[in-house]
């Protein structure tokens, strides 16, 4: 690869992993959602600093070119990164349901209670 492309990459790299540092340490981001984010970020890193590590991957795994490894990983992550966020919505929806059932019943009981100090 083209030393100027690899150096290029690395700072790219480089910047979108002190952004995600950045939204965390500000609070604006949730360290479960910004960790794999990172984790593909730092594994950018050292593919782009150490390209051979690419081509042992694709002798290990039988796939031809690099190029390919790279969309196999890539769709490997975003499975774990899709099925993850499922879960996660799954389980805020389960909560609004029962802070939703939680809220209806102190309002009845505040409707009560209201009933019951007018008669």
């Not at 150490?50 to 991957?57: K, N």
């Not at 490894?69 to 799954?90: G, I, K, N």
């Amino acid at each position: 690869m083209n030393p100027r492309l690899t150096v290029f990459l690395f700072i790219v790299w480089l910047l979108a992993f002190l952004f995600l540092l950045h939204r965390l340490k500000t609070r604006r981001a949730d360290i479960r959602f910004v960790l794999p984010w990172l984790m593909l970020d730092l594994a950018m890193m050292v593919i782009t600093a150490f390209p051979g590590i690419l081509d042992t991957f694709c002798a290990l795994f039988g796939i031809e070119t690099p190029s390919n490894m790279l969309f196999f990983f890539a769709l490997l992550f975003l499975a774990a990164l899709v099925c993850s966020l499922t879960l996660s919505v799954s389980r805020l929806n389960a909560q609004i349901k029962d802070l939703t059932q939680r809220l209806a019943l102190r309002e009845q009981q505040e409707y009560a209670n209201r009933e019951a100090h007018d008669d």
